[in-house]
């Protein structure tokens, strides 16, 4: 195999697992990373009651946020309550600016039901590696113009609607990116050892 070949089979290499949808185990199995989305969910979608943290594990808006935005898992911050695209027109209803019903997979949890667990509008039929997944979960989003209230999605059955800023749902946190990625500069060394060592046994063989 000459040095051109090679080349050309790491890139292939490099693009077919940048492209591919995955989830993939972190933190020991405490969450689970969509390569696609660049997300890392929680493997426990009811975190904050299995943890000991809520009684119920159902909070406000306002404290939904909170509670995810102030999580320490496995010694990493930086959670947050995932977010929807307030103009989704992929939504069953998407009328006068607001995007609702089934099949809204602009928003991360839509995306999580439909595009990566492979879920049908009105059913929950595959929770993947997830566990303790609950009925209805706060987003971060609120939707303009109206305000008092903000975006939740149904897990049970992939429904997206708006809920008082008072009302007591279930909060799933996510964080952005790949808690468990190797560092930049170490990854990029290890590539680069791979693919210098793949050239040396090209060579020795021409």
């Known amino acids: 195999m000459g040095f051109k070949s090679i080349t050309?089979?790491?890139?292939?290499?490099?693009?077919?697992?940048?492209t591919c949808a995955a989830l993939l185990e972190r933190l020991g199995g405490l969450a689970y990373y969509d390569d696609v989305a660049d997300l890392t969910w929680l493997?426990?979608?009811?975190?904050?009651?299995?943890?000991g943290y809520h009684p119920t594990g159902r909070f406000s808006w306002a404290n939904a946020n909170s509670w995810a935005a102030g999580l320490d898992v496995a010694g990493v911050t930086g959670w947050r309550v995932a977010d929807t695209l307030v103009l989704d027109s992929g939504c069953d209803n998407f009328t006068s600016g607001e995007s609702t019903g089934y099949n809204c997979t602009g928003s991360e949890m839509g995306n999580l039901f439909y595009n990566v667990l492979g879920n049908t509008a009105g059913s929950l039929t595959n929770v993947g590696p997830f566990s303790n997944i609950m009925?209805?979960?706060?987003?971060?989003?609120?939707?303009?113009?109206?305000?008092?209230?903000?975006?939740?999605?149904?897990?049970?059955?992939?429904?997206?609607?708006?809920?008082?800023?008072?009302?007591?749902?279930?909060?799933?946190?996510?964080?952005?990116?790949d808690v468990g990625a190797v560092p930049l500069p170490a990854a990029v060394w290890l590539f680069g050892s791979g693919l210098i060592g793949l050239i040396g046994v090209a060579r020795r063989k021409v």
């Open 8 to 18: 050309i089979a790491a890139s292939i290499l490099a693009f077919s697992t940048s």
């Open 43 to 51: 493997a426990d979608a009811n975190y904050a009651y299995t943890s």
């Open 135 to 177: 009925p209805w979960y706060w987003t971060a989003t609120e939707p303009e113009p109206r305000r008092g209230w903000a975006w939740i999605f149904g897990m049970q059955n992939g429904t997206q609607w708006g809920a008082d800023y008072d009302d007591q749902l279930y909060s799933w946190a996510l964080h952005d990116g």
